[in-house]
């Protein structure tokens, strides 16, 4: 196993391959890890997800994944959650009834509002705008847009977890960072160049 390649977690709702492609594309390598027991040979990790919040975090329970990735977290592994990913960071959801998450930022996952005119979810291009700096934005403008599709939006506790936001229907937290962890609402891998640079700065941060 090459020593600094990035782990990405299977536990069976990620979109991997597009993930591992996007990798690859920016000159790094990757494992597709679903074996919790081997994330401790990385200090990268990423944390993808398509689809249910409760059916996410039911699996990664049952596979003792989500205890790997805390351990890891707490010795001070970068680990990044993509989408889906980036909500099971946070303290619950409500998306198919109350569910906990990993409760690793104080943060709460809900829906958009019913707004009219407003179509959920919200799919497709949109700006994203820094709140703050960190060493991952490096490369990136203020601004640039990324891919979305998700109709559940992050909702910060702690204003100095945001790392940036976007506009729909509200001002949604579409980043989130602290320490050693960092999430994305939207899907870098198909955000064409800007998720693309994202992703080679993630993998350049020095563990």
Known sequence: MPLGAVAIVDYGMGNLRSVENAITHVGFSSDIVSIPEKLIH?????????????????????SGMSESLTERKNNGAQILGICLGMQL??????????????????????????????????????????????AILKNLESGEDAYF????????????DKLAVTEYGLEFTSMIQRDNLIGVQFHPEKSQDFGLRLIKSYLELSC
Not at 42 to 62: D, E, H, M, R, T
Not at 149 to 160: K, L
């Open 89 to 134: 960071m946070c303290k619950s959801s409500e998306e198919d009834g109350l569910h906990q998450g990993l409760s690793w930022f104080d943060a709460k996952v809900k829906r958009f509002p019913d707004l009219k005119g407003l179509h959920i979810p919200h799919m497709g291009w949109n700006s994203v705008k820094f709140e703050k700096n960190d």
């Open 149 to 160: 599709v998700h109709s559940y939006h992050v909702a910060c506790n702690n204003s100095n």
């Open 42 to 62: 990385y200090n990268k990790i990423i944390l993808p997800g398509v689809g249910g919040f409760g059916q996410a975090i039911k699996s990664l329970k049952a």
